[in-house]
């Protein structure tokens, strides 16, 4: 019992080492979104997150953006409880039967400019539900869709990087 206690206090924990992520990427491809939004729309992005049927495995990804090691906030982006409040509609998910409506109506609630991207091969073209009685076979069929991110499920670094794209586009098309 003696020998158990004295190695638990030398031994290090058993918890797996933080993921290899270069610092001064993210912060460049952050900054670059926020750069990009507030020359689109004069002020930083404001997203929301909507589950439209998810594992949960790309909200777990959406997730991490806020947490201390990606820290979105601090860039200035941010996510919003409402889609009247939000530019972007971070949609997950192979939206199912019963979140279909919902999905539409909270487009129909989002003020334009706005923008849906479809975070997850699920979100694509039904991805592993694909064929269920219970779900649609792709988000583009119940709202239009401005960018895809694929993936299953798409890392936060993807997730940076398709929104960086998507207001790129944007400003392009805006000439
Ligand atoms: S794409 Fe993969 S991780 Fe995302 S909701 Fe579908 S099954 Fe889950």
New binding site residues.
């Given amino acids: 019992m003696r020998r158990l206690l004295f190695e638990s206090l030398v031994r290090r924990p058993l918890t797996e080492a933080k993921p290899a992520a270069d610092d001064a990427m993210l912060g460049e491809l952050a900054a670059s979104l926020d750069r990009l939004a507030r020359q689109r729309l004069g002020r930083s992005l404001s997203i929301r997150e909507v589950d439209a049927g998810?594992?949960n495995?790309?909200e777990l990804e959406i997730h991490a953006l806020n947490n201390a090691f990606y820290d979105l906030e601090r860039f200035g982006l941010h996510f919003v409880a409402s889609p009247r409040h939000a530019d972007v509609l971070l949609v997950?998910?192979p939206v199912t039967r019963n979140m279909r409506e919902a999905l539409q109506r909270t487009h129909d609630a989002t003020p334009d400019p706005k923008w849906v991207v479809a975070v997850?091969?699920?979100a694509f073209d039904g991805?592993?539900f694909s064929g269920s009685y219970a779900v649609t076979s792709g988000m583009s069929q119940v709202v239009p869709v401005d960018l895809y991110i694929r993936g299953?499920?798409p890392r936060p670094e993807q997730l940076l990087k398709g929104l960086l794209a998507l207001l790129e586009i944007s400003s392009e098309r805006q000439g």
Wanted: net charge negative; hydrophobic share 10%; proline share 8%.
């Fill in positions: 998810s594992c495995g790309c997950t998910g997850g091969d699920c991805g592993i299953c499920p």
